[in-house]
């Protein structure tokens, strides 16, 4: 299935994550001091070691990777102070040029998600993403106001699309009101809005495996598309780029457990190897649409 395009504003969250990733790599890195990753570097579980931690990966991948995506819980955890360190994260990535998607998969009302932009999106937010990812679970109306303010801002929203967890399915699988599942609705209502809206910055996370990722990630039609995989799912990098199809020039690859679980000392030479691994894949699969 061939999607077509709408143009991306330069100025816009999927325009400037384009131009930033022709810069730099389609790699994007997870980062968040949750206690096992604190363990994987012999760290205690505590607010200094999670500063440690952050601040060792984010400058370490902030000017070489198009996207950093935060999971806020791992910071929130440790209150007032953890808020602060998650900011001195965002900040940091943003100085090294990366574009920044707070991870924090909220759902709620209206009424909240008129105030969700002031906490996410735009440097003079709380916090200061540039993209924040939801859960449509209360229907896409819920989320209108920060779908709509998040244009406004030139950032981007990610809707949880399908899930890689094992127990997604039972759930993402389901067939409800559109006659048809949960999943393929969603990447359908990023598609519609953002051709309702004239825009492209609603984009959606995608972790399903093969066929049904490329699949899904064909009916979205336009925005970023985020295709985990390439840690704890073990998955290739060409299988994660291939879930892509067509769609390449609008998808990140995150990588997280895959890039954190060695020694910091190794952190800079594993992420030469994502990058040339990514950049490679990237490569070959252009070539091969090229030749189709
Ligand atoms: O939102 C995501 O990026 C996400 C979607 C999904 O379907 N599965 C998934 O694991 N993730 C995220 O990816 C992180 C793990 O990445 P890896 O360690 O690279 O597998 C998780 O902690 C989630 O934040």
Same mark, same amino acid.
């Given at each position: 299935m061939s999607a077509p395009r709408v143009p991306s504003a330069a100025d816009g969250f999927l325009g400037r994550w384009r131009a930033r990733a022709a810069r730099t790599s389609r790699l994007g890195v997870g980062l968040g001091p949750s206690p096992e990753r604190l363990a994987w570097w012999g760290l205690p579980?505590?607010?200094? &070691? #999670?500063? !440690?931690? %952050?601040? !060792? @990966?984010?400058? #370490?991948? #902030?000017?070489?990777?198009?996207? @950093?995506?935060?999971?806020?819980?791992?910071?929130?955890?440790?209150?007032?102070?953890?808020?602060?360190?998650? +900011?001195?994260? @965002?900040?940091?990535?943003?100085?090294?040029?990366?574009?920044?998607?707070?991870?924090?998969?909220?759902?709620?009302?209206?009424?909240?998600?008129?105030?969700?932009?002031?906490?996410?999106?735009?440097?003079? %937010?709380?916090?200061?993403?540039?993209?924040?990812t939801l859960v449509p679970w209360m229907g896409l109306d819920s989320l209108e106001p920060t779908l709509v303010e998040a244009g406004r801002r030139g950032c981007g929203v990610l809707l949880m699309a399908r899930t890689s967890n094992h127990a997604a399915g039972t759930v993402q699988h389901a067939v409800g009101g559109t006659g048809d599942t949960v999943s393929r609705t969603i990447a359908e209502q990023v598609a519609g809005w953002?051709?309702?809206?004239?825009?492209?910055?609603?984009?959606?996370?995608?972790? &399903?495996?093969?066929?049904?990722?490329?699949?899904?990630? #064909?009916? !979205?039609?336009?925005?970023?598309? %985020?295709?985990?995989?390439?840690?704890?799912?073990? +998955? %290739?990098?060409?299988?994660?780029?291939?879930?892509?199809?067509?769609?390449?020039?609008?998808?990140?690859?995150p990588v997280t457990s895959g890039l954190l679980r060695g020694a910091p000392e190794r952190l800079s030479a594993s992420l030469d190897g994502w990058l040339a691994e990514v950049d490679d894949a990237c490569e070959r699969a252009r070539r091969a649409a090229v030749a189709a």
């Open positions: 579980d505590t607010l200094a &070691a #999670a500063r !440690t931690h %952050s601040f !060792t @990966v984010v400058d #370490a991948v #902030a000017d070489r990777v198009s996207l @950093v995506k935060i999971q806020t819980p791992f910071f929130e955890r440790f209150g007032g102070p953890g808020l602060e360190l998650l +900011r001195a994260v @965002v900040d940091r990535a943003r100085a090294g040029g990366a574009l920044v998607v707070l991870d924090a998969k909220r759902c709620d009302a209206p009424d909240v998600a008129r105030v969700l932009p002031e906490l996410y999106l735009g440097e003079d %937010s709380v916090l200061g993403g540039d993209a924040v953002n051709r309702a809206h004239g825009t492209d910055h609603l984009g959606a996370v995608v972790g &399903a495996p093969g066929p049904e990722a490329r699949e899904l990630v #064909a009916r !979205t039609e336009t925005g970023l598309v %985020s295709l985990p995989g390439l840690g704890r799912q073990g +998955r %290739s990098v060409a299988s994660v780029v291939a879930a892509a199809g067509d769609q390449l020039d609008r998808a990140v690859l």
